[in-house]
């Protein structure tokens, strides 16, 4: 797994031509953006600007349902708005479908019941889904997280779904022979702990494709990041813009980070 | 060497086995009939075929049979049990447990405390000779460790019965050798039945108190050899030979 410790140079090398290519692209584009305005195409510098003022200018979130206020920044606050969303969607989305992956993986009469189903639902894009969303919920963030769950669902059900197919035959068979003799135990104790690398894949999936739900749903006027982001090209602060989208990306590279560090404590066993 | 009840600890009798595959019906095994004393070290032995593993795995009780029984200590087999423990060419171990969580995997589905569990494996994992390996991962292990792990897990449960499906066959010559000691001794250490299905004849020799010959297509008990040796057996003796050249015979 890409683990193999490569010797210093090479890291050192690899830095350096980061360093310099990083460096290259951002010239060019000062470069390139100095001589047009900025509500076409803000400057590297105008958006290190505007992030800084998004993460320093105060402002206040109110606590959805609860109704408390809490002093906050203009980026956090439009943050938190986000993972509003964005987390109770994943979580029950994610466990929705990880449960059904496992039982339909499992179990025949359900995997023939409802691969028809399935079969028709899971090319809809999650984002197709919305007209439930604003019928039901309404924009906003129950109406949000339900887009990002549909998201969630589906790749974590496939995810799980073949991680239980995959399970060898050889450990059902000797689990049997060490007295497994229930459904329940034997997905306990053999087909999920042997269908965990392909979960933990649909999870850090879904955890990214997530995001890209995320700001599409919120394009429809659910607050967050993805909101700001139009709000502020629609108000000709492109920068402001720009900087949100790097907030996206920043996001995404520490929770898939962490969720990497998360899998690879979690498969030590794996080859 | 006959059981307390003078019933065979394995009694197989008339079994066929049929399958339903894709161009018709194709026959295994054919009337199938041997027994095996309480204690005793039975080989199956015959050519890629005859059936070898469709038979272990009758009795196993992880297939059935389309006729006959397998009976152990009387009683009609009826899916895998703890009283036959299992050892596979290719371990079977669960990678995502250590060597120590692989033995307990057993003592886990009866009600035992955790501490004595741990016990239990470890005295089985010494017995075997891995106790400095107890926390390693089996993609750690080679392959003669991995199979000594598959047979502390088999032992743990104490089950009466040892059914070995060519275990040795992905190790080598060394090993496989050095393995066959540890085999003989764990043998004699604990009084279990054996039931060891090969094909390398060589190996029945070393090991068997009575070689079961299964030839043909389907399959068929052609004979039934006792190898009358001392053990430890030497391969260079010439009564070893013959009872090599013997079983050769039979199989071609």
Request: glycine content about 10%; proline content about 5%; some cysteine.
């Amino acid at each position: 797994m890409g683990d193999t410790p490569f010797d210093e140079e090479q890291a050192g090398r690899r830095l350096f031509r980061g360093a310099v290519g990083t460096a290259a692209f951002l010239v060019i584009w000062q470069v390139a953006a100095t001589p047009v305005p900025t509500f076409l195409l803000p400057t590297p510098v105008e958006v290190a600007r505007a992030f800084v003022v998004e993460l320093t200018a105060p402002a206040v979130f109110e606590v959805p349902i609860v109704g408390a206020e809490v002093g906050l920044t203009r980026l956090l606050v439009n943050l938190v708005d986000s993972l509003y969303h964005y987390i109770p969607g994943l979580v029950v989305g994610g466990t929705a479908g990880i449960a059904a992956g496992i039982a339909m993986g499992w179990s025949d009469l359900l995997n023939e019941a409802f691969t028809p189903i399935q079969r028709v639902l899971r090319p809809i894009p999650p984002l197709a889904w919305i007209a439930f969303a604003i019928v039901w919920l309404g924009v906003n963030h129950s109406g949000a997280a339900f887009i990002v769950g549909i998201g969630a669902f589906w790749v974590n059900f496939y995810n799980a779904y073949a991680g239980v197919e995959g399970v060898s035959q050889g450990s059902k068979e000797v689990a049997a022979s060490l007295g497994v003799d229930d459904d329940i135990t034997m997905i306990r104790k053999v087909v999920i702990p042997s269908a965990t690398p392909e979960i933990m894949t649909g999870i850090r999936t879904s955890i990214g494709q997530g995001w890209m739900i995320v700001v599409a749903a919120e394009l429809f006027g659910a607050p967050g990041i993805g909101f700001q982001i139009i709000n502020a090209a629609q108000n000709l602060s492109l920068d402001v813009s720009v900087a949100y989208m790097f907030v996206i990306s920043l996001v995404f590279l520490v929770s898939d980070g962490v969720f990497r560090r998360v899998e690879r404590r979690v498969l030590v066993w794996r080859e | 060497m006959a059981g307390v009840s003078g019933e065979a600890k394995i009694a197989v009798d008339g079994v066929h086995k049929r399958f339903q595959s894709g161009s018709g019906v194709v026959e295994a095994l054919r009337d199938v009939t041997f027994s095996v004393q309480e204690g005793e070290f039975v080989c199956i032995i015959g050519s890629s075929g005859a059936g070898k593993t469709t038979l272990f795995r009758i009795i196993a009780g992880l297939e059935e049979p389309t006729s006959g029984t397998v009976r152990l200590d009387g009683e009609p087999v009826d899916g895998p049990g703890t009283d036959r423990g299992m050892v596979f060419q290719e371990y079977g171990l669960f990678p995502w447990r250590t060597v120590l969580g692989n033995v307990t995997f057993g003592l886990e589905q009866r009600a035992m405390s955790g501490s004595a569990r741990r016990e239990r494996a470890r005295e089985m994992i010494d017995l075997v000779g891995l106790g400095e390996s107890k926390d390693s991962y089996p993609k750690e292990l080679s392959g003669g460790m991995k199979q000594r792990v598959g047979i502390a897990r088999a032992l743990a449960v104490d089950p009466e019965i040892l059914l070995m499906d060519e275990p040795f066959g992905s190790v080598d010559a060394q090993t496989k050798q050095r393995l066959h000691g540890e085999l003989l001794d764990v043998w004699g250490e604990t009084g279990k039945t054996v039931l060891f299905v090969t094909h390398d004849v060589d190996e029945a020799v070393t090991l068997a108190d009575r070689v079961v010959v299964l030839t043909g297509s389907p399959g068929s008990v052609h004979e039934v050899v006792d190898v009358n040796l001392d053990r430890p057996r030497a391969r260079t003796d010439d009564a070893f030979a013959e009872y090599e050249s013997r079983l050769r015979e039979a199989i071609e």
